[in-house]
Structure formats: C-alpha cells, structure tokens
C-alpha cells in the first residue's frame, strides 16, 4: 500500500504565496517522478510542474516564474511554493508520484486533493 498525504492549501488573496507538500508512505522502494497537477471546476486537470528523479524540472507555462517545485528523496516528500498567485490559479492540487513498491511494479499515485483559492 501507498499513500500520497498532501498539505498546504487553503485561501489567499491575489499576490500572496501558499506552499504545497505531499508526502509518499508505505511499501516503497523508489520514488521516480513526483509532480503536482491542478484540476479548475469545469476544466480537465493540468500539469503544474514535474520533477523527475534524474534532476529534471519542467513547469507549465501559465505559472513559470511564480511556482517552485522541489523534493526531498529522504522524506519521500515533493513541495510546490507558490508565489504571486492569481484568482485563475484556483483549483484543487493533487501530487503525483511514480513509485516502484516492494514487490517490483511500477505505478502512478495520486494524493486526495487539496484546495487553493485565490481571491481577488
């Protein structure tokens, strides 16, 4: 079993700054890719920002500048700081991580969710 735990989300006025975290837990013996993806209501979720294990960092255009991805491997743990946050950042963010588990298979994770709303 694996688990994504995210924290961090919650209500902020447009121009303020919010930090994601979600951290990976359970039978795992690597963490690949970690990214955090965004879902408006009415829209299909979007890739935020991808950090894989080799060190590669990719962002989508609409919040380079603005966000910062990072990770921790000993913690299991990807960040997403958020700066400068406009009302269209609103969403719910989920983290996603690849993970090899202990019995060898590699598989997608999702974490539950957690709500940014930004305020104009």
């Known amino acids: 079993q694996v688990q994504l735990v995210e924290s961090g989300g919650g209500l902020v006025q447009a121009g303020g700054s919010l930090r994601l975290s979600c951290a990976a837990s359970?039978?795992?013996?690597?963490?690949?890719?970690m990214g955090w993806y965004r879902q408006a209501p009415g829209k299909q979720r979007e890739l935020v920002a991808l950090?894989?294990?080799?060190?590669?960092?990719n962002y989508a255009d609409s919040v380079k500048g603005r966000f910062t991805i990072s990770r921790d491997n000993a913690k299991k743990t990807v960040y997403l700081q958020m700066n400068s946050l406009k009302p269209e950042d609103t969403a719910v963010y989920y983290c996603?991580?690849?993970?090899?588990?202990?019995?060898?298979?590699?598989?997608?994770?999702w974490g539950q969710g957690t709500q940014v709303t930004v305020s104009s």
């Open positions: 950090f894989t294990r080799g060190g590669r960092i």
């Open positions: 359970g039978s795992i013996i690597r963490v690949k890719d």
């Open positions: 996603n991580a690849r993970i090899t588990t202990t019995d060898w298979a590699d598989n997608d994770y």
